[in-house]
């Protein structure tokens, strides 16, 4: 049962995915072209999510949407666990001075609300989808980095490394051939749980106007261009708002799949 439900959820995500790669093929509409004689009409056979103030099909911008959301999105979890993980990595095996430094600047990080302080830090670079990934990345990488040093710590001194050691292993083949292979999994577990919060992240940057910018079709921007329109045309903020739901839900089930895959602990406690 559970390799069937990572078999589906797999494919849930790598459909999204790829809906996002190759999303200006899939657009029933221009998603830019205005047509002002059909704006606000409601979902129909035609325009199956509606269309908004400048007539523009609303499923098309929702699929072109995708391909910055999700793409930023998966853009964005890779390069935190990266470098979060290799600076982990670091301050765990070398220890002293290096492990002091960092473990102090990623309690600084942690030290303020993580939206609050990329709001801050997205509001000095200025909007854009690319200033709102470099602002979540600067505050998001401790969590990697603290994963990833208490691994290291709790490895590194082990008898298999200890042997290696004595082999004649310097430190970056200990670290290539038995810390990282042995880190890896929560690593990923944690990259893939946290694909969804990412993904709320940037689209609450979007919608408070420090993200994607007009006319660019991003989902969080897209909600709060329509959020005026709520209660009168509500397909404009709602379609963007579903896409941004079934989204999360999958990735975050795929990635609950994958702990489960990954961590035996976790299947003893179910």
């Known amino acids: 049962m559970k390799k069937k439900k990572l078999i589906v959820f797999a494919f849930l995500a790598l459909l999204i995915v790829l809906v996002a790669i190759f999303a200006k093929w899939l657009c029933p509409y221009d998603p830019y072209e205005q047509d002002l004689s059909a704006s606000y009409q409601a979902p129909s056979f035609i325009h199956v999510m509606g269309t908004d103030a400048y007539g523009r099909d609303m499923f098309s911008r929702v699929i ?27 301050s765990g095996f070398f220890g002293g001075t290096v492990d002091m430094i ?26 854009g989808v690319w200033n709102a990934v470099v602002a979540l990345a600067l505050i998001s990488w401790p969590k990697y980095s603290r994963v990833a040093r208490g691994l290291t710590l709790s490895i590194k001194d082990s008898t298999y490394v200890a042997a290696a050691r004595l082999a004649g292993d ?13 880190i890896i999994g929560p690593i990923l577990v944690t990259a893939m749980l946290d694909i969804g919060t990412m993904m709320m992240e940037l689209a609450g940057l979007s919608f408070l106007g420090l993200g994607a910018q007009p006319p660019v079709a991003e989902w969080g921007s897209m909600m709060s261009n329509g959020r005026s329109m709520l209660q009168t045309y509500p397909w404009v903020v709602l379609s963007p708002g579903i896409a941004i739901f079934i989204s999360v839900v999958i990735f975050n089930l795929f990635g609950d799949t994958v702990r489960d895959a990954i961590d035996p602990k976790s299947n003893r406690t179910k």
């Open 64 to 90: 072109i949407g995708g391909q910055v959301s999700i793409l930023a999105t998966l853009l964005l979890v890779g390069i935190i666990s990266i470098s979060g993980t290799c600076i982990g990595i670091i």
């Open 102 to 127: 960092v473990m102090r600047i990623s309690d600084l990080c942690l030290a303020f609300p993580g939206l609050v302080f990329a709001l801050a830090v997205a509001a000095i670079l200025g909007g």
């Open 170 to 182: 310097n430190s970056f083949q200990l670290i290539g051939r038995h810390i990282l292979p042995n």
